[in-house]
């Protein structure tokens, strides 16, 4: 049978492997998160030039929408006029 010192010495080179696995993982655990906070902000600013350019393709459209909404209304006054004064426009022309 094992006397206590034995046994003793065999729990300290368990322990102490344990500590240096504990250190490996501690060690991979750092690198792993610096990789993953390189990739997220590779990955931010990603997203971020790409909501950029959307709004501008946004803002590019409304100001087409907009441009468009009111031309074809002032067209569609015109017409109004025009047709409202047919009578005051042919004497005018003749």
Do not use: P
């Not at 087409?64 to 909404?69: A, E, R, S, Y």
């Amino acid at each position: 049978m094992a006397t206590v010192q034995e046994r003793v010495g065999i729990l300290e080179t368990k322990v102490d492997g344990l500590t240096e696995k504990i250190d490996d993982i501690r060690t991979d655990v750092k690198e792993s998160h610096e990789d993953i906070k390189t990739q997220l902000k590779t990955m931010y600013d990603a997203s971020c030039t790409q909501h950029a350019e959307l709004a501008t393709k946004i803002k590019d459209l409304e100001g087409f929408k907009m441009k468009w909404t009111y031309m074809v209304l002032g067209g569609v006054a015109v017409l109004g006029w025009v047709s409202g004064h047919i009578d005051s426009i042919s004497n005018f022309l003749k």
